[in-house]
């Protein structure tokens, strides 16, 4: 992989993470456009440089993070089941990583869901509701939004997407579910990127020694590009909901469905 071509991924990243269109989706087929081999060191190096675009969270909402001990808690509980999920079927997940097909599925189902998804949850009923503090959430709410964040370890499905989803459920509004999985993401990409990283290791310590550069540069570009997205991603969402990012899912979806059934193959490499 070029130093361009960790860029171009890296840039994916930072727009993609907050949106409800699955950044790792994204980047999987990025990386068969521009050809890019499917290896061990390219699996680790799309979830580390997620941890750049989360780190612009911690950024732009670093008074929101020094509240009480409680509000930790909460997203203990909310972080526990894919951390348990993660250690199970991590092998499970890493295979699904190469395949192309389960990330447009995914784009498309999870399209839908979003389409349908303001509706059914009445717009009018979620800006009414009060603002509430994450820490005065019950546990049994922060886990709920935690067994949804499990769903999106499938490639296409959108962290994003399904913590919102998990929020609103509950008895957050757009704007505070969005945030809400904004914090969540932060502990979420550190355990991912410190077993990723310590996968990698035990494969070959070289491997990550040979590739510092474009790990850094990832990272820079990926939390540039994220603190861009996330304060535009707040707007979009107030103003017109997930309809339209369920729309664009499904549109891209069935596209790659079609290439894949007429035999296009976009530069796909294994």
Same mark, same amino acid.
């Given at each position: ?10 840039? *994916?990243?930072? /727009? ?16 068969? /456009? ?25 950024? /732009? ?56 998804? %303001? ?79 310590? %996968? ?19 990272? *820079? ?36 469905? /079609? ?12």
């Amino acid at each position: 992989m070029t130093n361009f071509q960790a860029i171009v991924i890296a840039i *994916v990243e930072g /727009l993609t993470e907050f949106l409800p269109v699955s950044s790792t989706g994204h980047m999987i087929i990025t990386q068969h /456009l521009l050809g890019i081999p499917s290896t061990d060191f390219l699996k680790a190096y799309m979830v580390i440089i997620q941890l750049g675009a989360i780190l612009s969270v911690v950024v /732009l909402y670093f008074k929101r993070f020094f509240q009480s001990f409680n509000f930790y808690w909460k997203l203990l509980a909310a972080f526990l089941p894919a951390a348990v999920i993660g250690l199970i079927f991590g092998d499970a997940i890493d295979a699904m990583l190469g395949d192309v097909s389960v990330v447009a599925w995914a784009l498309v189902i999870g399209g839908i869901i979003l389409f349908f998804f %303001d509706k059914m949850m009445l717009p009018w009923k979620l800006e009414g509701r009060d603002e509430l503090n994450p820490e005065k959430m019950g546990f049994g709410h922060a886990v709920l939004i935690g067994l949804f964040q499990c769903v999106a370890m499938i490639p296409g499905v959108s962290r994003s997407a399904a913590t919102i989803i998990g929020g609103m459920i509950g008895p957050f509004n757009r704007k505070q579910a969005a945030e809400f999985s904004f914090f969540l993401a932060v502990p979420t990409m550190l355990g991912a990127t410190a077993k990723k990283g310590y %996968d990698l290791y035990k494969i070959s310590p070289q491997l990550i020694t040979d590739h510092v550069q474009e790990l850094l540069i990832g990272n *820079v570009v990926a939390f540039v590009v994220g603190l861009i997205a996330i304060k535009t991603f707040i707007g979009i969402l107030n103003k017109y909901g997930f309809r339209a990012f369920g729309i664009y899912r499904i549109i891209i979806g069935a596209a790659i469905l /079609l290439m894949l059934q007429w035999g296009i193959q976009l530069n796909f490499v294994d």
